[in-house]
């Protein structure tokens, strides 16, 4: 495989390095053995955030700042990171697919010459593996390019472990770029985050599959057998006004690890999967054998969830096996 460096553009929330900018680093040791890898951290007054992530990465890390950079902007941040790479011949190029890693990556690809290819979930030998049709079907592809720009699903690898090695290198560079028409003033958070969500030991989740309002109260009472429980739901059951948009998981949701998850008619789109995909028991009730959920799942139920949730109820109040 021709060798190409690896540039992984880190994502700052809240002040803080995300989750998925520490799991680009297991992307990046599975896809390139002899490339130098280096983390582009974007922003301004970041300094130590940028020492942070060379710290508990090892890597070298530039940061790019300037007030253009404060936020997220795909203008102001494609220049800015074009400037360092436009020198590199050939290089990977990874982000994570989150709204800001999808927004910025093909502006990336189109000014870089790039291939660019979105929502990775596994690399082999040089050919990365998206999942596809709503996760039905696994596409895998070899990029021909020399530079490649890639995003990675949330979840689809660990985040790297602290290194005990020496730290990277900081480099600081003021970026150039300053369009004033490109500022952006701020970033407000849509999403009003369920914490009950976020602790629960056991989360029962609801998707279209339900088929009707009326069906909420069987999940409420499947639930209540799991005492502190908490209620999730796909994107679909809440586009349909079956649940609060606080109630969502996956890539626009809530991401959650409980020990449990009970998926009841949810056919596991890779964005409903890469916020539960950490559960330590995952249990899918389905009444379609090849619905993607049992791709993921420890149990699989195929059944109507109508049939199967009665019954399992009444199991529980005979046996009380919980
Ligand atoms: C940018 C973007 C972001 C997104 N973010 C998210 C996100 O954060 N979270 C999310 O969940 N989705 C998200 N989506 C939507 C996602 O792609 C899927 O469309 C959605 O997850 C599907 O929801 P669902 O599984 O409830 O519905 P469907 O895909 O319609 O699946 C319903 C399932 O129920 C089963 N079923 C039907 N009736 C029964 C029955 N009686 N008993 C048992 N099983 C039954 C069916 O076999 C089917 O598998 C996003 C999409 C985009 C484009």
Known sequence: MEK?????IAEIRKG?????????????GVIGKRGKTVFLLLGNNI???????????????IVLFGRYLEHYNPLSYSHAIEEILQQEAAAWVCLPHTS????????????????????????????????????????????KTPRVVVTVLPGAFHPCEETSGPAGSVTMKR?????VSSLTLGISEPVQRDSALRDAEVI????????????ISLIKRLAAIFPGSAIGASRSACDLGWFERRQQIGTTG?????????????????????????????VAINRDPRAPIFQVAHYGIVEDLETFIPLLIGEWKEKKYF
């Open 175 to 179: 970026a150039a770029f300053s369009d």
């Open 16 to 28: 803080l390095i995300t989750q998925e900018t520490y799991e680009l680093l297991s992307f990046a």
């Open 4 to 8: 190409r460096n690896i540039y992984m």
């Open 47 to 61: 300094e130590g955030q940028a020492r942070e992530i060379s710290q508990k990465s090892g890597c070298d890390t």
């Open 254 to 282: 809530q991401t959650v690890s409980p020990r449990l998850y009970i998926a009841c008619g949810i056919s596991g789109a890779f964005q409903h999967l890469s916020g539960m995909r950490g559960a330590q028991t995952i």
């Open 100 to 143: 800001m890693g999808y927004d910025l990556a093909p502006r990336l690809a189109v000014m870089l010459k790039a291939a660019c290819i979105t929502g990775v979930e596994s690399a082999c030998d040089g050919s990365l593996s998206r999942p596809i049709h709503s996760g039905r079907f696994i596409e895998e592809i070899v990029p």
């Open 204 to 215: 029962v989740s609801a998707g279209r599959g339900i088929g009707k309002k009326g069906n």
